[in-house]
């Protein structure tokens, strides 16, 4: 899988060179840490907000990666971005959500300001300057690189990455069909894990924890012969079968509201009466088919922009988490989605952001969040499903410093998107060129509990 033996790949400090086994250290090493702000971040393509933040001419966020920050404003012109520093003394200019079309960006410390279109306005002062140094292309602020898919601005510091589309490969195909540049927010919380960045992110790229972690999910999947065992369905009835898928999208909704939307749950609850086979394999398919299809006429009904889920699903698979290199998840499961983006804030600790979206009517009338709703980790107000996440990570997390833990041991069939992602990470620190790493992350992007892959290096 090493095409680079004896590159650069060789310096990477705590490399992964068995794809099976991970080192424990790069969860929590300062050195690596250092390595990934210094090589990863500034040189990839990171989700900075969704569009739906910013719907009016004039509307700013702030985007944060470690020290680096970005203005992203929609102009008359379109969203762009900007370094967020005042080019006379470096001021952050904008902190938080707010419109700036009137005002513009004003600098807090000495008055310089700029419209929204990035342009010099004002130099407070301007004749005791040296006219050289106030050349527009220098005092402008300055661009950032910016993308846009999936309803989100997307941005990279580095101007030789290759687009962004070719970085995330097939699965931007997958979420196009299912219409993700229309989704729009219904909740979105956040909180600071006392996790490393890397770790917060694995929690959901294998499929192994849920019967223990998720053991309400676990039961409503089926009865199996003993109490670690898969389940399965061979001994329910089609009736029984289709009560179950009905329970579980409760469940599923309850715990994680993005991936059945409360708007999906009257539909399913009618299918408790439909006619169903009497073979529990038969009657599972037959209720998704019908759930796909009174889903999508139920929404189009709405003036929701629903896509066909039926002929969707049918025609191209997609993964119930899908992930997108490096920090962001999309989590289709019927019509709606839920989403995650993990940000690293110490070697040890991370912001973790969640969002319910749904494909809602254009005209619908609907309060938007402009930010989100911060709790504690360990806070009771978040849904189910990722507070029993939360309690796992921050033990992980200790578990590492424990003594004598210095691999993470992966199966190479279940839990190859872990190892997929460590190993582009040190294609990053490698300094290895922009095509080879574009091509790295269109393989390591897309569903969870993969097969550990040749990702070119």
């Not at 939307?261 to 209720?287: N, Q």
């Amino acid at each position: 899988m090493n095409a680079f033996t004896g590159s650069s790949l060789d310096q990477v400090p705590l490399r992964v060179t068995d794809p099976r086994l991970i080192p424990s250290p790069r969860y929590y090493d300062e050195e690596f840490f250092r390595l990934e702000n210094e090589k990863l971040w500034p040189r990839v393509w990171q989700m900075a907000c969704r569009l739906e933040e910013i719907p009016e001419i004039g509307d700013a966020v702030e985007y944060t990666i470690l020290a680096r920050s970005v203005i992203i404003v929609r102009t008359k012109s379109g969203v762009k971005a900007f370094h967020n520093a005042c080019r006379h003394r470096g001021v952050r200019l904008v902190q938080g959500p707010e419109n700036c079309e009137t005002r513009g960006f004003n600098c807090p410390f000495h008055g310089w300001r700029w419209n929204i279109e990035g342009k010099n306005t004002f130099v407070h002062e301007r004749p005791v300057f040296d006219e050289d140094i106030l050349d527009r292309a220098e005092i402008d602020l300055a661009p950032c690189r910016i993308e846009f898919w999936a309803g989100c601005a997307f941005i990279n510091f580095d101007d030789n990455a290759l687009p962004l589309r070719q970085c995330l490969g097939p699965v931007a195909d997958r979420m196009d069909a299912r219409h993700a540049d229309k989704l729009k927010m219904d909740w979105w919380y956040a909180t600071v894990l006392p996790t490393n960045w890397k770790l917060a992110m694995e929690a959901f790229q294998d499929n192994f924890h849920v019967p223990r972690t998720h053991p309400q999910l676990h039961a409503l999947q089926g009865p199996g012969p003993e109490p670690d065992a898969r389940p399965y369905t061979a001994r329910m009835t089609g009736r029984e079968t289709v009560n179950m898928q009905v329970d579980f999208m409760y469940k599923l909704s309850e715990g994680m509201a993005g991936m059945v939307h409360p708007t999906e749950l009257p539909v399913v609850e009618k299918l408790r009466d439909m006619d169903v086979p009497e073979d529990s394999a038969a009657a599972t398919g037959a209720f998704f088919m019908r759930a796909w299809t009174d889903i999508r006429d139920e929404a189009l009904s709405r003036g929701a922009p629903m896509f066909d889920i039926p002929k969707v699903n049918m025609e191209m698979e997609f993964n119930a988490v899908e992930f997108m290199f490096p920090h962001f998840f999309l989590l289709p499961f019927l019509g709606a989605m839920s989403s995650y983006r993990i940000r690293p804030l110490t070697a040890e600790t991370c912001l973790f952001e969640i969002w319910s979206l749904v494909l809602r009517p254009e005209d619908e009338a609907y309060d938007t969040p402009k930010k989100p709703t911060v709790l504690p980790y360990n806070s009771q107000d978040f849904p189910e499903v990722p507070r029993q996440d939360y309690s796992n990570l921050p033990l992980q997390q200790l578990g590492l410093h424990a003594g004598r833990f210095e691999h993470m041991r992966l199966s190479k069939s279940e839990e190859g998107m872990i190892s997929n992602n460590h190993r582009l990470i040190d294609g990053y620190l490698a300094g290895l060129d922009s095509e080879t790493l574009a091509k790295g992350s269109a393989i390591v992007s897309g569903g969870n509990a993969g097969t550990i892959r040749d990702i070119g290096f």
